[in-house]
């Protein structure tokens, strides 16, 4: 878990000069503005006993941003990282968890601004405040990790919620007594705001911190009750989630168990005339573009595909069910072996046929298989075992090569890269030793180079060679006729003639790595 909070607080601040130093900037630079503009633009505003307006505010303002941004960041954390959560051993609940925890640390970060304004204005911090101080927190950091373990969750099912949080957020921050105080809202809209669950703590806050003892918030019991209950809720959701977003012993729709990419893809042959496509007259494809070798005359334009392996399948494809247009469209590899990809007909971007990926989609019969390439630096010796634990990975998102790396066990962890290019450029910078994945895509990578790069190895995996699919949304008729096409393109021997038309080299000439 602490692994896990660290690395989330350093992809936060990738990139940046100033680095962590911004968890203090921040807050700092907030406070600034805020004295400017209570005692400068707006002086006199505000009732005396809220003077300093803007330190009042900021004790508000900062467990807010912890709330509000752990909550935002929470509802998108199970989805973007589907493939990991799809893993067997890995518990969903912990993603939302390491957000909240991150935001605890960039929330005790900006204590020490606060802290050093409270000083400045010389106001007395009691020490039953700070007895009660870390009870407050405790009881934020229970209600955020309930209502975070929720909305992720229900994020999986709803996509909405990521939308619809961003103004309900908004909403529950001006009915809670941030900017102003709560003694200032009407009697009748104080007993409606006592049911806020923020509002409590709120005002613990601010009396704690900017009313030296006078915490007196009854109520706190009552929200006690309430966090945990909710809590009980949140775990309770992300728990059933991730029962459905592990692996499965089944596919969709059948009772046999799920060892390998043969129990995994739908194997009907049917009538190719039966094929119904989403656009009229039209094969929709989509892909994840580069696709070196597979699709080939943009790495980003899909109107500009031209050539490649996969696309001269979709050509045969289009040819077979007598339609008039193929449309090529570009999307997040993550996306389309998730599931959440809609309005096509057909997926090809060298997809590997695999169980868990079978629950969400359906795969057709296979067309393809590849090894997990090692693409290197023209002059790079890694061609041994003990070389492959000793080097600096890259990988992407959502393959299968993070699983073979798994089976390796790498010294270094390794880079999870989006996109192909940006692994590809990452391993031309020299920021990583080797990239992985399919040899295949890896040859075609080597032979755009201009010699920079080179397949020195593949590994040969525990269960055998990847196997390629086309993706076809889940439960469409259309398996029966497209597998009927690619039978009939394999039994013809086209599917291997367009395999060595398109494909610059074949894999069978690399040296094979075996993983004992």
């Known amino acids: 878990m602490q692994s896990l909070v660290a690395r989330e607080l350093r992809a936060r601040y990738r990139g940046s000069v100033l680095g962590f130093f911004w968890s203090f900037i921040n807050p700092l630079l907030l406070l600034v503005i805020?004295?400017?503009?209570?005692t400068v633009v707006m002086p006199g505003t505000h009732p005396p006993q809220l003077e300093p307006f803007a330190l009042f505010m900021f004790c508000g303002i900062l467990p807010w941003t912890w709330f509000?941004?752990?909550?935002l960041?929470?509802?998108n954390v199970l989805v973007a990282n589907a493939n990991l959560i799809r893993k067997v051993l890995f518990p969903a609940e912990v993603l939302p968890i390491v957000t909240v925890l991150a935001g605890l640390v960039h929330f005790c970060l900006g204590l020490p601004i606060l802290a050093a304004f409270l000083l400045f204005y010389r106001i007395p911090v009691t020490p039953s405040?700070?007895?009660?101080?870390p009870v407050i927190v405790a009881v934020q950091l229970v209600l955020t990790l309930g209502l975070a373990l929720l909305v992720s969750a229900l994020t999986v099912h709803f996509r909405d919620v990521r939308d619809l949080l961003t103004h309900l957020l908004t909403l529950w921050f001006f009915a809670t007594p941030i900017i102003y105080s709560l003694d200032q809202a009407p009697a009748s809209v104080r007993r409606v705001m006592a049911f806020n669950p923020f509002t409590h703590i709120a005002v613990a806050y601010q009396q704690v911190l900017f009313v030296p003892g006078e915490f007196s918030d009854a109520s706190g019991l009552g929200l006690v009750a309430l966090v945990l209950a909710l809590a009980a809720i949140g775990l309770a959701a992300c728990s059933s989630d991730d029962d459905s977003a592990k692996?499965?012993?089944?596919?969709?729709?059948?009772?046999?168990?799920?060892?390998?990419?043969?129990?995994a893809y739908v194997s009907t042959i049917g009538d190719k005339g039966s094929f119904k496509p989403v656009v009229a007259d039209t094969l929709t494809v989509v892909t994840s573009l580069p696709g070196p070798g597979f699709f080939e005359g943009s790495d980003d334009d899909p109107t500009k595909i031209t050539s490649g392996y996969e696309y001269a399948i979709a050509k045969k494809l289009q040819e077979a069910f007598g339609l008039r247009n193929l449309v090529i469209r570009n999307e997040s590899f993550d996306a389309i072996v998730a599931g959440q990809v809609s309005d096509y007909d057909v997926a090809f971007s060298q997809i590997s046929i695999t169980c868990d990926r079978a629950k969400v989609v359906d795969f057709s019969i296979p067309y393809f298989q590849s090894n997990q390439g090692v693409l290197v630096r023209k002059g790079t010796d890694l061609t041994t075992l003990a070389q492959a634990k000793k080097a600096q990975w890259g990988v992407q998102t959502g393959t299968t090569a993070i699983d073979?790396?798994?089976?390796?066990?790498?010294d270094k962890q390794p880079r999870v890269y989006q996109q192909l290019p940006d692994g590809f450029t990452a391993l031309e910078a020299g920021q990583i030793d080797a990239f992985l994945v399919d040899t295949a895509i890896n040859l075609g990578e080597a032979a755009r180079s201009g010699g920079r790069l080179a397949v020195v190895s593949q590994f040969e995996q525990p269960g055998g060679p990847d196997q390629y699919g086309a993706i076809i949304p889940k439960g469409s008729k259309n398996s029966g006729a497209i597998n009927a096409v690619l039978k009939q393109l394999e039994d013809d021997g086209t599917i291997e003639q367009l395999a060595n038309e398109n494909l610059t080299a074949t894999p069978n000439d690399i040296p094979v790595i075996t993983i004992k």
């Open 68 to 71: 509000s941004s752990s909550l």
């Open 129 to 133: 405040d700070l007895l009660w101080f």
């Open 404 to 410: 073979l790396l798994d089976t390796i066990k790498p």
């Open 73 to 75: 960041e929470s509802a």
């Open 247 to 263: 692996p499965s012993s089944t596919t969709s729709g059948s009772a046999t168990k799920c060892t390998g990419p043969s129990d």
């Open 34 to 38: 805020y004295t400017f503009v209570f």
